[in-house]
């Protein structure tokens, strides 16, 4: 899976973390549109705290403050093998296409002052 485009959204809360939420297209036709999240991490990077895809992540009701219930946490799917265990590799991979894409880094820096 390829990131053809990716832009940090806004603050968000996921599972009681903050987390800034990007915005991701890839190529892959099952998986187009995504929102990424992301939190601090020990190593003073960010940690990929989940990947959801649905009408959150293509309609923009996240940016509308609005509430979809047609969404999906789709982590284990994109990176799980069919042993059931994580591609360390692969998630990394998309991971790092998110967070070099034209600025995001530093967005999310500046958005979450983690510091």
Known sequence: ?????????????RDGQPCAEVGVVTNDA???ELLAY???SRDNDF?????????DASTGHRDAGLTSLACADITDELFD??????????????KEQVLSYNGVRA?????????
Do not use: C, N, Y
Request: hydrophobic share 40%; proline share 4%; aromatic share 10%.
């Open 1 to 13: 899976m390829i990131v053809t485009e990716a832009h940090v959204r806004r603050a968000a809360d």
């Open 30 to 32: 099952q998986f187009q």
């Open 38 to 40: 992301f939190g601090p």
């Open 47 to 55: 940690d990929m705290v989940a990947v959801v895809s649905g009408d």
């Open 81 to 94: 093998t069919p042993t059931m265990k994580t591609d360390w590799g692969e998630r990394e991979s998309f």
């Open 107 to 115: 967005d999310i820096r500046r958005l979450m002052d983690w510091s």
